[in-house]
Structures are given as structure tokens and as C-alpha cells.
């Protein structure tokens, strides 16, 4: 009998940004279904990630292409393993961006092996999309989701778009566009009071609307993929809902690519369907931090070693 909770808890799913070299050893180590989960990816991809994901460099598994099926094959790993040990059947599921899809293929509606040649392909559609040097993204911190927007709008000149692209936590929103109107809209920002505000080292904007031509190459790679209800509700980024249509499911996947994540507005719909505990299912701690400063009655342990397993399958069965 599973001694993890069986109560209302809910699972959520890293994306970009969560990859480190040497994630999941420890549980790999435990866990021969985790090297098989890898093996699996490997095969579909043509080349052996758990060298790449466990000896790096790190600059290469930084690749958009290449980051997207790692991150997506550790969240995967680690929900088998969950599975193995008698883990209980959560009653919601989240993915930020990327994220997404593990919680997809967690939830049956995507196969693994196709989810892992979709998210290389979004990851190089998306890195293609806008020319290197064009398009950015930037970190707000401390200003109003709506005073961010304000700037956004007053940067946006001749052309040259800033939007917001992550709603991550209240006071942290990242935005995305052309490189001049998102250092445009830095500066209103700062004026507006923001206590930090700084462009981010990244290659592309993702979710914004410059991302339109990865949106369309993805659309006709995915209308190929076969997709089935989830036999758990996902809700998902885009439509912030949970759909048992894979008509409505493929088409939020495609219109994410384009729009914001908005996970405040994701977890308050994880509050509201009174989810008390969450597990975060991937390498790193970035969602439990993020829920942390979203609603501090949202507690969310980070699984993927070891011990946070051990931690998460020895709660309670009600919490």
C-alpha cells in the first residue's frame, strides 16, 4: 500500500532555465529506470544524453534544442520512479512553458519518445525564429504586473515590440521583444520604480508575439503527433484550462510558443481546487520558489534526489 498522500496534492514541471550538469545522478544511481528513461530519449534523439546531461559542457546542454529534451527526459525519470515506488496519482497538473509537455506525457496524452522529437524541434524553431541579436528578454523585479505592462506599451515604437512573456511570482515578470524595445522599456521600469530591472542573457524572446514563425513551423510538426485525453487534468498555459480534447490541447501548445506563461494565474487555479501540497517533478527548485512568494499555503517540495523522494513518499496519506 502507497504510503504518499492521497489527498489533494497536485504535481508541477520545470522548464527552461532548471538544466544543470550531473542532475539526477544521485537518483540514477538508486533507480535503474532512470538510465532506461535516458536510453529511451537517446534513441529518439540520435545521440547519448546522460553522457551530455552528466559530463556537460555546460554551454552545449545550455542549447535551446538540446535543453529542452534533457529537462523534459529528468521530469519524465523522475515521475517513473515515482510510479516504481508506489507514488499516489496527484489530482492536478502544471508545466512552466517547456514544462508543459513532461506533465503532458506524465498525464498519458503524449507518448515519450514523440514528446522528446517535438520539444527538440520546438527548441530549434524557437532558436531560429528571430535572428541572434534581434530579439531579448529582461527580468523586472519589485513593480506591479500592470506597471510593467504600461511600460511594455510605452516602449513599443516603430515596430519594435516589448510584451510581457512570464508572469512568474507577484513582482517578478520577465518581457520579451525587440532588443531596443525591451531596453526601452528597462529603463521606464526603473523610472517606475522597479528595484531591479536587467536584460537576460538569453538567445531568443521567447513567448512573445516575434516568435509567430516557430508557432507556425511547430503547428504543422504537431498536427503529425497523436494526442489522447490525459487521464490527469493539465492545466495549461495558454488556455488555463484543462481540456480532454487533444484538438484544444495541441492548439494551447502551439498559441504558448507565442504567448505568456502566466504561473501566478496557474497556481492560484491549484489553490482554488484546494490543492495543499505540490511536488515539483524535474531537476532544480525554481517553481517552489516561485509558489513560495505566489501563496505561502501552497507548499511545494522540490523531487529529484533521493531524499526529497523519500520525503515526498513518506507523507501522510490525507494532507
Known amino acids: 500500500m502507497s504510503t504518499s498522500p492521497a489527498g489533494k496534492f497536485g504535481m508541477v514541471f520545470p522548464g527552461q532555465g532548471s538544466q544543470h550538469v550531473g542532475m539526477l545522478a544521485e537518483l540514477a544511481a538508486q533507480h535503474s529506470i532512470v538510465?532506461?528513461?535516458?536510453?529511451?530519449a537517446s534513441n529518439t534523439l540520435g545521440y547519448d544524453l546522460w553522457q551530455l546531461v552528466q559530463a556537460g559542457p555546460t554551454e552545449q546542454l545550455s542549447l535551446t534544442?538540446?535543453?529542452?529534451?534533457?529537462?523534459?527526459?529528468?521530469?519524465?525519470?523522475?515521475?517513473?520512479?515515482w510510479q516504481q515506488q508506489g507514488g499516489a496519482m496527484p489530482a492536478l497538473m502544471a508545466g512552466h512553458s517547456l514544462g508543459e509537455y513532461s506533465a503532458l506525457v506524465c498525464a498519458g496524452a503524449i507518448d515519450f519518445a514523440s514528446a522528446v522529437s517535438l520539444v527538440r524541434q520546438r527548441g530549434e524553431f524557437m532558436q531560429s525564429a528571430v535572428p541572434v541579436g534581434i530579439?531579448?528578454?529582461?527580468?523586472?523585479?519589485?513593480?506591479?504586473?500592470?506597471?510593467?505592462?504600461?511600460?511594455?506599451?510605452?516602449?513599443?515604437l516603430a515596430g519594435n515590440v516589448a510584451t510581457a512573456a512570464n508572469y512568474n511570482s507577484p513582482g517578478q515578470l520577465v518581457i520579451a521583444g525587440h532588443v531596443a524595445a525591451v531596453e526601452r522599456a528597462v529603463v521606464l521600469c526603473k523610472e517606475a520604480g522597479a528595484k531591479r530591472a536587467m536584460v537576460l542573457p538569453v538567445s531568443a524572446p521567447f513567448h512573445s508575439p516575434l516568435m509567430a514563425p516557430a508557432a507556425e513551423q511547430f503547428s504543422?510538426?504537431?498536427?503529425?503527433?497523436?494526442?489522447?485525453?490525459?487521464?490527469?487534468?493539465?492545466?495549461q498555459n495558454h488556455s488555463l484550462v484543462s481540456s480532454s480534447d487533444p484538438d484544444q490541447i495541441r492548439l494551447a501548445l502551439v498559441r504558448q510558443i507565442v504567448s505568456p506563461v502566466p504561473w501566478v494565474a496557474t497556481m492560484q487555479l491549484f489553490a482554488a481546487q484546494q490543492v495543499v501540497k505540490i511536488f515539483e517533478i524535474g531537476p532544480g527548485k525554481v517553481l517552489a520558489g516561485l509558489n513560495k512568494r505566489i501563496d505561502a499555503s501552497l507548499d511545494t517540495l522540490a523531487v529529484n534526489d533521493p531524499a526529497s523522494l523519500a520525503q515526498a513518499l513518506s507523507l501522510p496519506a490525507t494532507v
Open 135 to 156: 530579439g531579448t528578454m529582461a527580468a523586472i523585479l519589485g513593480l506591479a504586473d500592470a506597471e510593467v505592462e504600461r511600460c511594455c506599451a510605452a516602449a513599443t
Open 35 to 40: 538510465h532506461a528513461t535516458f536510453a529511451e
Open 65 to 81: 534544442h538540446i535543453t529542452q529534451p534533457a529537462i523534459l527526459t529528468s521530469s519524465v525519470a523522475i515521475w517513473r520512479v
Open 220 to 235: 504543422a510538426v504537431l498536427a503529425g503527433v497523436t494526442l489522447t485525453a490525459p487521464r490527469i487534468p493539465v492545466i
